[in-house]
């Protein structure tokens, strides 16, 4: 696990290895194939992993952004007051926050962090003070997010565990890479069907493909493999068959902007999934952290979607192999689509599992209320 000023323990599932003065970030573009670290050095590193793929998944996205910053702050040398302290701080955070447009958790943590230095500038004497609270808070958010994703896997457990007719042979359909490598630790939707698996009530999961990036079969077939759970993967298009088939009680994905209403954006292909699921009468769920809901948007039709490089279409491994399509043909490669909350189920946190009232629809914002009283 990764410690702030700790010895760093490396494990081949640890996508963030961090301590005062040293970022390493796994290479998940080598996946499943090799296990190599890059060093970050600076922000600029930082902002080059996150747009290439280094390191994906929209909390990881957000972790290893802000500690690329504390590499840099912790090689300052002498810095004037403490406003140019905080000045500084918030050019770099407006500079990440361009890395990837989808994920809100990165632009979440570049708020939070830009408030914090502001405020800590307006009392302190020294430069120094201002370094000293982001690095502490940007650290924090490295350590709590292994938390996080317990508590998520926990509550997902439990709840799945209840609505389900044989609660003791669940079988899991899931999408994308939300695990270890796409967090600090452990995961968001993985995170559940780790929980799952953990009180031996996972009959199989199932992971998709996740084409073009293969996220599914690089990334997930690799952390159930390592931590053998019993597992099956599917090709993108199988997803109905497997269904039809009765063979999924439940399918859970992970998020990368949970808009107010519910609307959720998550990878390439959840969209058509959660249809699938509801056509046959699959619960769908969404499993992210409180950081991924945006607030400020009403609905996901405001949610700014990503688009990619038809390599990743055109060339095999998301781009980094050979050639595999015609040459000359258009692209289009948008890398996450937008599921309305219609077709959700439920939405799993880790203060607990936002379900729909009544109204058929969900209020979370009077959830997330709730969820920060103390
Ligand atoms: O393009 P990616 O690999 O960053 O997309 C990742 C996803 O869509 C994940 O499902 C999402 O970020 C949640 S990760 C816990």
């Given at each position: ?6 010895v760093?323990?490396v494990?081949?599932?640890?996508s963030?290895?961090y301590?005062?003065?040293?970022l ?8 499943p ?7 970050i050095l ?17 909390p990881?996205i ?6 690329s910053l ?15 302290a ?5 050019e770099r955070l407006?500079y990440?926050?361009?890395s990837?447009p ?11 962090l830009?408030?914090?230095v ?27 997010d ?7 896997g ?17 079988s899991?359909?899931?999408h994308c890479?939300t695990g ?23 009959e199989?999961?199932?992971c998709?493909?996740t084409r073009?990036?293969?996220q599914?079969s ?17 090709a993108?298009s ?7 088939a ?11 902007r ?18 699938l699921?509801?056509h046959?009468?699959?619960?769908f769920?969404v499993?992210?952290?409180l950081?991924?809901?945006?607030l400020?948007?009403?609905s ?12 990743e279409l ?17 692209v ?9 909350a ?5 939405i799993?946190?880790e203060?607990?599992?936002i379900?729909?009232?009544s ?13 920060s009283?103390?």
């Amino acid at each position: 696990m990764a410690t702030a000023n700790g010895v760093e323990q490396v494990n081949s599932l640890q996508s963030i290895c961090y301590k005062r003065s040293s970022l390493k970030l796994l290479d998940q573009r080598k996946l499943p194939i090799e296990t190599a670290y890059v060093d970050i050095l600076d922000t600029k590193d930082g902002w080059n992993a996150i747009r290439d793929m280094v390191v994906r998944g929209a909390p990881a996205i957000a972790i290893a952004a802000v500690l690329s910053l504390a590499i840099e702050v912790s090689k300052l040398g002498h810095y004037n007051t403490p406003n140019d302290a905080a000045s500084f701080l918030t050019e770099r955070l407006d500079y990440l926050v361009t890395s990837r447009p989808t994920a809100v958790n990165l632009s979440d943590a570049v708020t939070k962090l830009k408030e914090l230095v502001q405020k800590v500038a307006s009392t302190a004497s020294e430069a120094q003070t201002v370094f000293e609270a982001y690095l502490e808070a940007a650290e924090a958010m490295l350590e709590d997010d292994i938390a996080t994703n317990k508590a998520i896997g926990s509550f997902g457990a439990s709840f799945l565990q209840k609505h389900q007719t044989d609660p003791k042979k669940i079988s899991i359909l899931t999408h994308c890479n939300t695990g270890s490598l796409a967090t600090a630790g452990y995961g968001t939707a993985l995170g559940v069907i780790r929980a799952v698996h953990e009180q031996g009530l996972l009959e199989r999961a199932y992971c998709t493909e996740t084409r073009p990036f293969n996220q599914g079969s690089r990334l997930t077939a690799f952390e159930l493999v390592h931590d053998k759970i019993p597992a099956t993967l599917i090709a993108d298009s199988a997803a109905a068959a497997l269904m039809k088939a009765g063979r999924v009680n439940a399918v859970i994905v992970g998020a990368d902007r949970v808009a107010a209403n519910g609307d959720t954006a998550n990878k390439i292909g959840t969209y058509s999934l959660a249809l699938l699921a509801m056509h046959h009468g699959i619960p769908f769920y969404v499993a992210a952290p409180l950081t991924s809901v945006d607030l400020s948007i009403s609905s996901g039709q405001e949610i700014v979607i990503e688009e990619r490089s038809e390599r990743e279409l055109l060339n095999a491994r998301g781009g980094m192999g050979e050639q595999v399509a015609a040459s000359g043909i258009s692209v289009w490669n948008p890398a996450f689509d937008v599921t309305p909350a219609t077709v959700i189920s439920g939405i799993v946190t880790e203060k607990g599992v936002i379900t729909k009232g009544s109204s058929d629809s969900f209020d979370i914002k009077s959830f997330v209320q709730r969820a920060s009283q103390p």
